[in-house]
């Protein structure tokens, strides 16, 4: 959120390239350093610097990309851009699916260096982000941005390379670009403050340009309430909170509901053993959702055993041996453990809740988080993500399709009445299975809503104000979802009504406000 409203005003001011390769520098460096965090503080910290950057990315991108484009196609272009956001998902969610749930992957450097397969994970993330850094340091800039900077030479130049490239690429390259004059677009007052080399520290003239930035920025920013651009500005401000509201909203209530079915059906089949005395057994088999109060092991062995879901109380554990032991969701409340050695287990002092330990030993234990993708059923929530992708791709296409033949404001509309639909299909899901049908056909619906308004918001304001607005916009957005996903995750286990009426709600409210809104398509950008 914060990097969306900050980068969106600076690439007004320093330029689309420019700012491009310093977001993504800033999340390539602070993403690279969250493989290595060992601690959790650090690991936010890290990963506020990442989305500080790669946040800023989407109205740089948008804004840069559209002011390439010709206005016949534009809406279709940028649809295409859209739909590598789902492109993104899919990879985030497949190597994810990859590489994350699988126990014991990772090393050790030392003795507190841990590697596991997250971080890997988050190591594989940054690719595309290196591939796209390196092609933006071989792309123009925009010859907009620079027509508004009064750089002229340097758009007539850019245009002229663009016009060889697109002709070579239609196998016509002896056309010859004869454009002579270019019609320079009316420009605020030049209030940059030429500075001597000479004229105060190096420090005092670097506050001052920054200062000088930070104003205009600032003063780019309150020009969004000018007459004309008040009331459609205030539309898209409602129509996207709405729109981020209900979609990141069920985004959150997806996975959070179907690990509760998880849950539920996990409980009901729970075992409970009261008081039991067990004494020189070997465990060699797995213990998988169970309750122990009150019991008692004398001289017992688990070996090379899972301990899944298991809830030991009260209980009495004297002289056994723990080896080998992979455990899940497994604590030890208010027991007392004698004279016994754990030896390569997961078991750490997390898992041991008000227990007296007497004589007790800890061999080799295992650190880190694991997780086993055999057993465990977070594979459904790698497999929610994975089709939640994957089902915005015919939305995707469609709306590529029809946005420059019925119009941006109709793509909006339609999309979101009738994603509001979808979402009465929830009151009938009463599986995984219908949740997860449910959520593949409202991200289906939903996304060529997503198309229009990021095609609508580009093309409203001047290029003067493009990024500022869209930062803002997309600012916006982030901060719907930071409510939607406190609110909607708080109803889970409760109803689902309440959050299912609440997306309804706003989808209705968003798609009808959005047919007020003033159609783009043939708008010259200015």
Request: some cysteine.
């Amino acid at each position: 959120m914060v990097g969306a409203l900050v980068w969106g005003g600076l690439c007004d001011k320093m330029g689309r390239r420019k700012c491009l390769i310093y977001v993504l520098t800033i999340d390539l460096v602070f993403s690279f350093l969250s493989c290595f965090a060992q601690g959790y503080g650090f690991f936010l910290f890290f990963r506020f610097c990442s989305g500080f950057g790669i946040s800023g990315a989407i109205p740089i991108v948008y804004t840069y990309f559209t002011e390439f484009l010709q206005m016949d196609k534009r809406g279709e272009h940028l649809s295409w851009l859209c739909m590598f956001w789902m492109l993104g998902g899919l990879y985030a969610s497949f190597t994810a699916w990859g590489i994350i749930p699988h126990y014991g992957w990772g090393f050790a450097i030392g003795t507190e260096f841990q590697i596991h397969s997250w971080r890997v994970f988050i190591l594989v993330c940054l690719f595309p982000a290196l591939a796209a850094l390196v092609g933006v340091i071989f792309m123009p800039e925009s010859p907009r941005f620079l027509l508004e900077s009064a750089r002229h030479d340097e758009a007539w130049m850019v245009l002229r390379q663009v016009h060889d490239m697109n002709w070579k690429a239609k196998g016509e390259p002896e056309r010859v670009f004869t454009v002579t004059n270019i019609k320079t677009p009316h420009t605020q007052d030049d209030e940059f403050i030429e500075i001597q080399s000479d004229t105060g520290t190096a420090f005092q003239r670097w506050t001052v340009r920054h200062m000088t930035m930070l104003q205009q920025v600032m003063a780019n920013v309150m020009s969004l309430s000018a007459p004309e651009l008040r009331l459609q500005g205030l539309f898209l401000v409602i129509i996207w909170f709405c729109m981020a509201f209900s979609y990141h909203g069920l985004g959150v209530w997806f996975p959070d509901m179907i690990k509760y079915m998880q849950y539920e059906e996990y409980e009901s089949k729970v075992r409970v053993f009261h008081r039991e005395r067990v004494e020189r057994f070997h465990f060699n088999f797995s213990l998988v959702n169970q309750i122990h109060h009150e019991g008692e092991y004398i001289h017992d062995k688990f070996a090379n055993i899972e301990i899944k879901s298991v809830k030991f109380e009260n209980s009495l554990f004297e002289n056994c041996y723990f080896e080998d032991i992979r455990s899940t969701n497994t604590f030890f409340e208010n027991c007392t453990i004698k004279n016994t050695v754990f030896y390569n287990t997961d078991l750490w002092q997390e898992k041991f809740k008000n227990c007296l330990m007497e004589n007790t030993t800890f061999f080799h234990p295992k650190k880190g988080c694991h997780l086993n993708f055999q057993e465990e059923n977070d594979i459904v929530i790698y497999l929610v993500s994975f089709l939640g992708s994957l089902a915005v791709l015919p939305g995707n296409i469609i709306s590529a399709l029809f946005m420059d033949k019925i119009g941006r404001i109709r793509i909006i509309g339609g999309s979101m009445l009738a994603s509001s639909a979808c979402t009465f299909l929830l009151l009938l899901s009463f599986s995984q299975g219908a949740v997860i049908c449910w959520q593949c056909l409202f991200y289906g619906v939903s996304v060529a809503a997503w198309n229009g308004l990021e095609v609508i918001s580009v093309e409203l304001y001047p290029s003067s104000k493009r990024g500022t607005a869209f930062g803002i916009l997309n600012g916006i957005c982030k901060f719907a979802a930071i409510i939607a996903s406190f609110i909607f995750a708080a109803f889970i286990g409760i109803t689902k009504i309440i959050p299912i009426f609440l997306a309804f709600s706003a989808l209705v409210c968003g798609g009808l406000l959005a047919l007020k809104l003033s159609e783009t398509r043939e708008k010259i950008l200015s």
